[in-house]
């Protein structure tokens, strides 16, 4: 029996951990950036990789420290450095002395806690202020800037003001435009697109390897429901995530005049709650949300003035179900109810 996967606040389930993919799918633009920068002696002291969650923001951030730390083991053009070079082992296992990652990790009691801790975050400064092990580059893995509270952002924003030399900061975020202006103006933005159907399904079946429970059947479904995200992807494919995101999309598709019968399936679909349920029902809704409040996608029936008030109360309720365990069909009635509140002339 395989052991069960580590906790760890970027690794999804069984899958492996970004610093433990070798194969970055997609981003090559972004890639070949940094490779025109380094062959040029101009690479930043600081990107800022930013887009949607599971799209390999930080798969590319441990690539790119893969390929700093080789020295630039990789063939021409590219960033890939061969899986089986010391550093790639290294930078795999985290013991790589010239690597620091800040991410969250389980606590003295076994939980991961929601931020990275200040003091976590105040190691930076000793790590640059050392000369390097190996005497090449020191980078250091920030995973994701989303998870710092001011304090730490603060301790962060000391050293990428005065950053010594070869001295590299990979900045993972999934908001960067809610970071403080004073890290996003001390950094090379490095915005990524969301992967095609196509790149998700590839990401998927490099995946089965790992994770033998997914059923390929489901792959091209999953891809094209995920929004070019493959954590969305792998979490529509637990349980009754993607019979959720359908019963929840024609619903949606409905209002104002959902069936009362069809929102109590949908709850009672919810109750047992089994692996992505809950999360594939509030990603859809709040897609639903976006794609109205954005003008990507628009009906006679919509108004869009109290759109963003009913965003922040299907935030609230979801983070109030999932933290009280509160019952999944309430959630269900709540947030369609306050759907239909919000379209009324």
Not at 54 to 64: E, M, N, P, V
Not at 157 to 167: D, Q, S, V
Not at 199 to 214: D, F, I, K, N, R
Not at 302 to 326: F, I, S, T
């Amino acid at each position: 029996m395989k052991d069960a996967a580590p906790l760890e606040g970027d690794r999804f389930g069984a899958a492996p951990a970004p610093r433990e993919t070798q194969h970055l799918i997609g981003h090559e633009e972004a890639q070949t950036m940094v490779r025109t920068a380094w062959d040029a002696g101009r690479l930043p002291h600081a990107l800022l990789i930013g887009g949607a969650e599971g799209i390999g923001k930080a798969t590319l951030a441990y690539a790119i420290a893969r390929f700093v730390l080789s020295g630039g083991a990789a063939p021409a053009h590219s960033i890939a450095v061969d899986p089986d070079h010391p550093t790639a082992r290294q930078v795999a296992a985290l013991s790589h002395p010239d690597l620091l990652v800040l991410r969250r990790t389980p606590n003295d009691a076994g939980k991961l806690p929601s931020m990275i801790p200040a003091e976590t975050v105040r190691r930076v400064r000793s790590f640059f202020g050392s000369t390097a092990a190996l005497g090449g580059w020191r980078v250091c893995v920030v995973d994701t800037l989303d998870e710092m509270n001011a304090q730490g952002a603060n301790a962060l924003l000391k050293t990428l003001e005065e950053p010594p030399n070869r001295a590299l900061f990979l900045l993972v975020s999934h908001a960067p435009g809610r970071l403080l202006p004073t890290i996003r103006s001390r950094c090379r933005m490095v915005p990524l697109r969301a992967l095609s159907d196509g790149q998700v399904v590839e990401a998927l079946e490099g995946l089965s390897a790992s994770m033998p429970t997914l059923d390929r059947s489901r792959f091209a479904e999953a891809a094209h429901a995920a929004g070019g995200s493959v954590r969305e992807a792998l979490s529509l494919m637990e349980g009754d995530g993607l019979a959720v995101r359908n019963a929840t999309t024609v619903l949606l598709d409905a209002l104002p005049g959902v069936d009362p019968k069809s929102l109590h399936t949908l709850g009672e679909k919810l109750a047992g709650d089994r692996g992505g349920a809950l999360e594939a029902f509030v990603g859809t809704v709040e897609g639903w949300i976006s794609d109205h409040a954005t003008g990507r996608r628009q009906t006679a029936r919509v108004r869009l003035a109290r759109l963003p008030e009913v965003w922040e109360k299907v935030r609230r309720a979801a983070v109030d179900a999932d933290v009280y365990n509160l019952d999944r069909k309430t959630l269900v009635l709540r947030i369609f109810a306050s759907l239909n509140e919000a379209l009324r002339p």
